[in-house]
Nanobody, 113 residues
Framework: QGQLVESGGGLVQPGGSLRLSCAAS????????MGWYRQAPGKQRELVSR???????TYEDFAKGRFTISRDNTKNTVYLQMNSLKPEDTAVYYC???????WGQGIQVTVSS
């Protein structure tokens, strides 16, 4: 819907790190919980992590201890820091604004040697 713009994906070796960014318009970011989903080939889209407007975070089990979600209210941007990446993390990652049901365009993350 043009309100969310993702960046930061790419190809990384197993064990490596990537940081995804999602820039949102002010009217969206200031009032909406934000999150990251992912969709691997042949699989359903699944939630990775979510952050409230106040900074409270939740993670799916596969992301706990490896991924960190954060938001910078001065830049209207939400981040997903991904460490210790595994081949099974390969997917298209989507930014989501829960209050408006907006989705980003998706960004490819490939973990491969």
């Amino acid at each position: 819907q043009g309100q969310l713009v993702e960046s930061g994906g790419g190809l990384v070796q197993p064990g490596g790190s990537l940081r995804l960014s999602c820039a949102a318009s002010l009217n969206v970011f200031s009032v909406s919980p934000m999150g990251w989903y992912r969709q691997a080939p042949g699989k359903q889209r699944e939630l990775v992590s979510r952050i409230s407007t106040g900074g409270t975070t939740t993670y799916e089990d596969f992301a706990k201890g490896r991924f960190t979600i954060s938001r910078d209210n001065t830049k209207n941007t939400v981040y997903l820091q991904m460490n210790s990446l595994k081949p099974e993390d390969t997917a298209v990652y989507y930014c989501h604004a829960f209050a408006f049901s907006y989705w980003g365009q998706g960004i490819q993350v490939t973990v491969s040697s």
